[in-house]
């Protein structure tokens, strides 16, 4: 027999011009959740602060995730000792996909680490729910109560309605700098593009006959004509043993306009399957049967970033100077994306370190917020060294602790020599 359907009330409403803000309050409100924000949230909540974590996307991740990166750089250091030069929350994650094979390392001129993307998404939404950060998805910076030179409230717009999110510190890992943008601060843009990515997860592949990674930049070189290939050179990262790929072999433009960022992506995901027709065509052995599993959300990589306390100068990336409140390190090399049909690539000798300043982190005149991933400041060139995901978490959590320090005062202030001896593992051997 049917069930007897249970009586449910519906109710006629409108909204009311009065209907207040949602109410949000924490120690610490951290605006983006890719690698730099998840580092900083998961820092200051193990610091014991409350932490509000926001983002735009409708998911925790950020890049690392959701635009299908799938690839770890600037963690490790050059051969042959690939020391590991960013510790934190790399520590726990590379341990805990470990176990599940999920991680792959990739010893070359550096170390990278392959990833799944899948994996990594629930490890961190799990990871943030066991330490109680409040989330706030899909939320767009919409007002930034600033006063001489703090914050101490933002509003966010979601679909739901507007969310306020009033704190004592901020850390902007927005990567376009969206929260310091809208609170009225300087901010620096390229005179022209650096181009962004379309990445694409591809399945059906026999990795045994995947092309050297010379072969298949030459090849694009020499028919990307033919094919409408935009980037004249690109990489195939595929996973070990699963028969999977993430292509970047596209250029995209990344503009910070509603309308031209939609366009641009629809344009990327053209770009993309362009990708693969050259590749089921050029090689078939490896990409004959290949599938596009998932086209990532559009990659950025140098859009808008701070006017900071001090810019990251490309004289100091090559010498590697030692900055006194140095918050992270890398050895990856400057790859700059400022030409559509491909990039700068200087890499850089074996025993080759260079650092972030926590100064490069404060915008200018700033007392309450600090910036963390590809937002910091720095030179074009200089920021292309430092924008990858391992100083990225390493600025995160630095962030954090400058937060942490400061209190109710100003993070310009605050003792170096103990913000040292807290993340010593991200900036000492």
């Known amino acids: 027999m049917p069930h007897e359907l249970s009586e449910l009330t519906v109710n006629t409403v409108v909204k009311r011009p ?43 991740g950020g890049q690392c995730v959701n635009s299908l990166i799938g690839l770890f750089c600037g963690v490790y250091g050059n051969g042959p000792d690939y020391r590991q030069l960013t510790h934190g929350i790399f520590d726990s994650m590379f341990d805990d996909l470990g176990k599940t094979g999920d991680v792959h390392f990739n010893r070359g001129h550096t170390m990278t680490v392959s990833y799944d993307e899948v994996v990594l998404g629930r490890w961190i939404e799990n ?33 739901y309605g507007d969310v306020r999110v009033a704190a004592s510190g901020f850390v902007d890992a927005t990567g376009d700098a969206a929260l310091t943008w809208e609170a009225g601060l300087p901010c620096r843009v390229p005179e022209r593009t650096v181009w962004g990515s379309q990445q694409i997860r591809l399945e059906g592949l026999d990795e045994r006959f995947a092309p050297a990674a010379g072969e298949l930049v030459e090849r694009v070189h020499a028919k990307a004509a033919q094919y409408g290939l935009v980037r004249r050179d690109g ?116 025993e080759h370190t260079h650092y972030v300043p926590l100064r490069s982190l404060i915008p200018k005149d700033a007392h309450n917020l600090v910036a963390a991933g590809r937002c910091v400041d720095g030179d074009a060139a200089a920021l292309s060294s430092v924008r990858v995901m391992g100083p990225c978490a390493a600025m995160g959590e630095g962030a954090a602790h400058a937060l942490d320090l400061a209190g109710t005062g100003s993070v310009q202030e605050i003792n170096t020599a103990q913000l040292r001896e807290r993340i010593v593992e991200n900036i000492e051997s």
């Open 127 to 159: 990871l943030v729910s066991e330490l109680n950060i409040k989330v706030v998805l899909g939320a767009s910076v919409h007002d930034v109560e600033l006063s001489d030179g703090v914050i101490a409230a933002t509003t966010f717009a979601t679909r």
């Open 235 to 350: 990489l195939a990262f595929f996973y070990p043993g699963r028969n999977t790929a993430v292509m970047n072999m596209t250029h995209v433009e990344a503009p910070l306009g509603a309308v031209r960022a939609a366009s641009a992506q629809l344009a990327g995901r053209q770009q993309a399957d362009r990708v693969v027709d050259f590749l089921r065509a050029e090689f078939p052995r490896a990409f004959g049967d290949a599938r596009v599993r998932l086209y990532g959300f559009p990659g950025r990589r140098q859009t808008r970033w701070i006017a900071a306390e001090h810019q990251l100068a490309l004289d100091e990336v090559r010498s590697g100077h030692l900055f006194e409140d140095a918050v992270a390190r890398t050895a990856w090399p400057i790859e700059l994306h400022d030409r559509i049909e491909g990039y700068v690539w200087e890499a850089f000798g074996p």
């Open 18 to 60: 009065s209907d207040a803000a949602e109410q949000l309050t924490g120690d610490v409100c951290v605006v983006g959740a890719g690698i730099a924000g998840l580092s900083a949230a998961v820092a200051s909540a193990r610091l014991g602060r409350s932490v509000v974590l926001v983002d735009a996307l409708p998911v925790l």
